[in-house]
């Protein structure tokens, strides 16, 4: 069963990059069959999806983020990462890095990592 | 974007339902999915393509679709399922594609 396991600083200056890795196991990021997301929820509130990678390297935004994100893939790493730019104390949340599962009807998110805490401030 | 009343409530052994209104631009042209979050996790996939359930969902939990609204269903309410819930959908809207959930409802067992 796939595992995906998020790591990075846990504390960002404001106007600073957020930057956070998440280690995929149990499967390859190469496979294209899946793309690779990252999920944020800002404390006690609800879910907002970041934005996605595919196998190929071609990324999905977030409208409202596209500006500031960035998501790569590190093949021989079986990592992705995110990176975002300007950060404001609005950023602080949650970060989830969820594996995206595609088939003949479609796609959607399926695995989940356990996620990780930033909080920006000073 | 996707709409969900903050809070549920039943009794063990209740059936509850937890609506999620969208619009033509992510439900009504799109599947739904559900997550389920308890207490200090991360989200699972509980149902998706509209009523489909993942390996291991019992099939106490059910999801529909009509238009440009979802339901999920919970039968034989048990204590461990009081979690949080959420609806997800891609959206092809004009400001540009995405994926989006709904805020979220609180389910609590009596």
């Known amino acids: 069963q796939v595992q995906l396991q998020e790591s990075g600083p846990g504390l960002v200056k404001p106007s600073q990059t957020l930057s956070l890795t998440c280690t995929v196991s149990?499967?390859?990021?190469?496979?294209?069959?899946?793309?690779w997301n990252w999920v944020r929820q800002p404390a006690g509130r609800g879910l907002e999806w970041t934005g996605r990678?595919?196998?190929?390297?071609?990324?999905n935004y977030n409208p409202s983020l596209k500006s500031r994100v960035t998501i790569s893939l590190d093949t021989s790493k079986n990592e992705f990462s995110l990176k975002l730019t300007s950060v404001t104390a609005a950023d602080t949340a949650i970060y989830y890095c969820?594996?995206?599962?595609?088939?003949?009807?479609?796609?959607?998110?399926?695995?989940w990592g356990q996620g990780t805490p930033v909080t920006v401030s000073s | 974007v996707l709409t969900q009343p903050p809070s549920a409530s039943g009794t063990p052994g209740q059936r509850v339902t937890i609506s999620c209104s969208g619009s033509?631009?992510?439900?009504?042209?799109?599947?739904v999915f559900w997550y389920q979050q308890l207490p200090g996790a991360a989200p699972k996939l509980l149902i998706y393509?509209?009523?489909q359930r993942p390996s291991g969902v019992p099939d106490r939990f059910s999801g529909s679709k009509s238009g440009t609204s979802a339901s999920l269903a919970i039968s034989g309410l048990r204590s461990e399922d009081e979690a949080y819930y959420y609806c997800?959908?891609?959206?092809?809207?004009?400001?540009?594609?995405?994926?989006?959930f709904g805020g979220g409802t609180m389910l609590t067992v009596l």
């Open positions: 149990g499967g390859s990021i190469s496979n294209d069959s899946y793309y």
């Open positions: 990678i595919y196998a190929s390297g071609i990324t």
């Open positions: 969820v594996r995206g599962k595609m088939d003949g009807s479609g796609s959607y998110m399926d695995y």
């Open positions: 033509s631009s992510n439900i009504g042209p799109s599947f």
């Open positions: 997800a959908a891609w959206d092809d809207g004009l400001s540009g594609p995405a994926w989006v």
């Open positions: 393509r509209n009523n």
